[in-house]
């Protein structure tokens, strides 16, 4: 792991196949470069707008009205809610710093809301020397003052979902087939591979899982602790689970702003 | 070709293979729910599914050796997915279901996706659900369900409703749907229902297709319409993050496009307006279930790949396993050919081996061709032709004439030798040569071989369409009949089959003592591991005793015994064909069946109406009535061919339980069945069963549109008859060889003279037959030993014979030069060889008895032949008993130690007099101690397998060598004697009503009723019985017996 000018290490604590690490990032000029470059490339998507008039013309050929999805698609959407700040962000954090590549851009993999889909916040590969494993990981982002957060607990909490990603292979196999097809015929291709091949070779147990809380309070161990010492009963190897805390330098209310470069929405 | 997947994936695929097996057979004899282990099996099957995406991914349309791989892994993973038990919320699993029935189709097994869907459908889906999204994806899963369940038009129809319906409430609910979401969701929402839309283009493209050949009345491009709505799905999946519809969106793109290759539209597209006709009539057929949209892959194949209809080819061998629609084939093959001597009003000839297989398929074509305006007619395989089938023959009529003409290859050669082509004006198109592996049957496949040698001679414009189970040298055979440059064979790997199909072998164990001296007992069935990719499962499976069959371990030991409790547990999941080596056995393993559990309290229409007719014809005691009323039907040669024929429509109509058959069955099976139990793999003269007849048999178990898995039992009383049976299982069905090499073997002897081998060995008349047939058409040449040897060089037959044995082919090639001084010796009555289907030295012998016996043109009386204190006949049947070719077959009849031919005589006269069966076989057929059962069947069984074919036959030739002397017109009124004998009526009209299926006894009556029906045409004839209605048949044959026969004819003639 490089260092970075912009974080200090609060706390960390390995247990088993889970670790934790809480991280405050420093308000600089790196850390508004971070923002303004890095997570802002993987939020916004200049070539969408462009995209929706082909997407709509040929609609027409269904013989389906296009009225109320043009409205739709029509909008301008920059991203302006926190949590998905928050999710850009965290992708932006790992990449940087725990080498972990996307195989895709943007805010717009969005997944959809249909509550029967599998799916996963994070979808990558973390990538350590000819070592590929697939990354997925779950991002909550809280301004609760309570530690631990209310995101970290209970069916839709962080433990439960990365619980699931761990143990239920329908999910990932689905999201195997799905990623194959962004990997094939680019530079990801070669990391689809050696990732799958680990991950049904290990039993499917050869993945890199990650849990990212955005927070905007101190650092505080309780908030990941109960969860990695839970989470370290289970777990069984190779998979690793880290869980990273990010304590911000500002509110999370804010995020929005500080992305676009402080120009207000 | 391999994958990295695949070779990541490992022996798990293996396994997780053998865990479905394991799964598919426990839950289908057992009704056992899903116990293995899941993981493995979806863990493989994810794996597959993510090689096939792959694959898609890349586009593997031009390379054979990708599509291959992309096929396997694609069934693989629907043999997984299949046995999985359900997950997930009701849509959740509904979308599962989709995915792996498009696998299917991808994998070559869309029938088995269609009937798996069939037989456990999706659930109840949210199609009128408030929320937008919900009710869209529910609306697209239901509709691709059905497009690959195709559940006759219905599916059809509710794919274009659904499909209206959901564009109808777009207004009314996408807005507020699209709006109540957060504005990012609701943009990713929008995107995915743009994707499920033109999935519902595409769906209503191709239901479109599927039924009319066209979309919108005018497009032709199917693939060009599927592809532009899935380029656009895929490219907007890539927009958002679809992780589940993305790749069913890969998925339903591939599947779709096979689909539509699939469909019987595009495998016939642009061929010519009679096939187009003949489509729309298979897709329209009744609007119900029975309407044909696809072809199986065989058939894509064959047809359209392979240009089976395009060709110019002179000879094609199509080489498939049962089961793979090879009639369909032929089908279009002879519309093909029809088309090409529209003008000249070719005709087709379609030769099946059995008279049952006749009647079958005139049946089937009749059928098909009628609304297309094309005459099918079949002439009996009686070997002689009759005034009415020769005015049938001679038809001038243009719409009347026959196009399609069914009978036996034995028939076909007497017909073409009298110079059927010739005077019908009209060209024979096309030879169709049904289960033409027949040609390697000592019996009978040197006759077809030389047949089919002789049509590529004489006949000009004849091509072949040969059709077979797999043979390895299916080319050779095609090279053989078309020349060199014009010829092909189509074959078709083992690898595809209809559906799954486990073969095993039961026996029986001991189990715990009842008392001192009996066991308790299980039957334990073993399956088998077979060339032809059948489940296997690791352990013994199961099945439970019958206290009523058989209460203890020593009741069960025999085979029969065995059979019945296997059947009895097999049926539960529907109809069992059980068999056994002789008539008299069936008879006493179906009398098993005739236990409590199996009466049927109430009959239905059809089984009482077989009975009454059972009852008219063979007497109420005849046990086979009782065994009805336990769903029990019985098919052997000892019963006649009306009660076979409707044994097996009750078969087919599932109305029997059982059908307990000898082991000739599985030569002229063409009806679906759910299981085999085999008492005996055996034939009755002890011979095994060829490989190709046990899979014919075991080929019909549980195919296309039958319960998914087909079981094949065969029951073993010991270790060692298992292993037998174990050894049975495996022999391969090998090249295609000639009948003459076992022929020639046989009579090495005499091989180097023909002039005598008839006498020893009467196999080879039909090849003497042959060079006198040949050198007459060359026109006698003196040079003709020479010639000959030529012509046989080219033949399937001699050539083989050479290259395997060089000696027996010098041998042989001697006694033709012999032979050939003897055909021209002066006066030689060369003539009549082709007119009686004699060889020379059998003509020259009944010239002789004749004149010892005094017969000769004076003695041929139509009116008085067949008189019970007419001597005639006796003499006559005396000379047939001498002939070489007859001996055997009246053998029965000879009656004593110095035959004289009165026995036979007798029969004759009783059965043309119209004596009933039961008298007949009282009086000439019963032995002491025998039961009126044993001697019924032996009666039939040599009435009508030889007496009446044979003796009619002789009779036929007999009339021609002695009645030299007659007038044309005196001839001619006497033709039909011979097909007196055959039907059993004494009556010209009654002939005619028998040809068009009426039974015997009635035949007489209803022509007297319906007046001279001989003078009339036959196709007129069949539209006035067609009509004719009850009262008429009342009036004819009384209260009863009218109703009941008319019945029974209009079944036989498949209008019922």
Known sequence: ?265 | MSHWLLETLGDTRAEALRQASHAQVHRELFDRAFSEDASVVRRAGEALEMTVLDFLIEGVIDDESRLITLRSCAADAFRLFRVLPPKGSDLDWSIFKLRVSALGVLGEMGADAARMLRESPWPELPLQSELWGERTWATIVDIWLRLIRKQGWSDRDKVLERVAALRDSQMQFEKGYLEAQQPAYAKTSALELIVLYHLAKAAEILANYITDGVVDGRNFQIRQLLEAQFDRAIAVCQSARMVELEPLTRLLAACSLQMAENSIWTVTRAVNSRVTKFVQSLVERGRGDRAIFDVLPPQRRTLAEKGLLGSSRRAVVVSLPTSSGKTLIAQFRILQALNQFDNERGWVAYLAPTRTLVNQITRQLRRDFTPLKIVVEQVSPALEVDTIESRLLHETDRDQVFRVLVTTPEKLDLMLRQGLERESGRPLTLVVVDEAHNIQSVRRGLKLELLLATINNECQHAQFLLLTPFISNAREVARWLGGTTSSDDISFALDWQPNDRVIGIVQAEKGKPLNRRSFDYELRLETIHTSRNTLVVDEMLALPKNNDIAGTYNQVSDLSTLAAVTAQRLQERGPIIVMHTRPEWVWTLADKFRIDANKQHHLSEKLSLVQQFLELELGANFPLNDLLSYGVGVHHAGLSDDVRALMEWLFEESELRFLVATTTIAQGVNFPVTGVVMASHQYPYGQDMPPEDFWNIAGRAGRVGQGSLGIVALVAENTAKANTLRKFINRQSGELNSALIALADEASDLLSDLTGIVYKYPEWSTFVQYLAHTYQQMGAPASFADEIEQVLRGTFGFDKLRTQNSQLANKLLQGIHSYTDYLQRPGQPLKLVDSTGFSLQSIRTVLSAASAERINSESWNSESLFLHDNQVLQGMMGVLLRVPELRENLKVATGGPDPDGNRLALIVKDWVNGVSLSEIASRYFTKDGDDATKSMTNCGKNLFGKLTQTASWGLGALLSITGGNLSEDEFNALRNLPSRVYYGVNDDSAIALRLLGVPRAAATPLAIALGNVSERSLTEVRETLKTLDETKWIQALGQAEGRIYRQVWRVLEGLE
């Open chain 1, 1 to 265: 792991m490089s260092s970075s000018t912009f974080e200090s290490l609060n706390y960390e604590t390995s247990d088993r196949q889970v670790s934790w690490r809480g991280i405050s990032l420093i308000d600089c000029g790196d850390f508004d470069s971070f923002m303004t470059k890095d997570v802002s490339s993987r939020l916004y998507d200049t070539e969408e707008a462009s995209q929706f008039k082909t997407t709509l013309r040929s609609l027409a050929t269904t013989g389906f009205a296009e009225k109320s999805l043009e409205e739709i698609l029509a909008a301008e959407s920059l991203e302006e809610r926190d949590w998905a700040v928050g999710e850009a962000l965290a992708e932006a954090y790992l990449a940087h710093r725990h080498n972990v590549t996307w195989p895709w851009n943007t805010e717009r993999d969005k997944r959809t809301p249909k509550a029967s889909l599998p799916g996963a916040d994070l979808i990558g590969f973390e990538i350590d020397g000819q070592n590929v494993r697939l990354a997925l990981g779950e991002v909550k982002t809280s301004g609760e003052t309570e530690t631990p957060p209310g995101v970290m607990k209970g069916r839709s909490g962080m433990k439960h979902q990365i619980d699931s990603l761990a143990t239920d292979l329908g999910v990932i196999l689905q999201l195997l087939k799905w990623l194959l097809s962004r990997c094939k015929g680019n530079e990801h291709e070669a990391s689809f591979k050696v990732a799958v091949k680990l991950f049904l070779e290990s039993g499917n147990k050869a993945i890199a899982l990650f849990g990212v809380l955005i927070r905007d309070t101190s650092p505080n161990e309780l908030d990941l602790k109960a969860r990695g010492q839970a989470m370290a009963r289970t777990m069984n190897a190779p998979t690793t689970c880290q869980l990273l805390a990010l304590y911000l330098p500002l509110s999370i209310a804010s995020l929005p702003e500080k992305v676009s470069g402080g120009k207000p929405k």
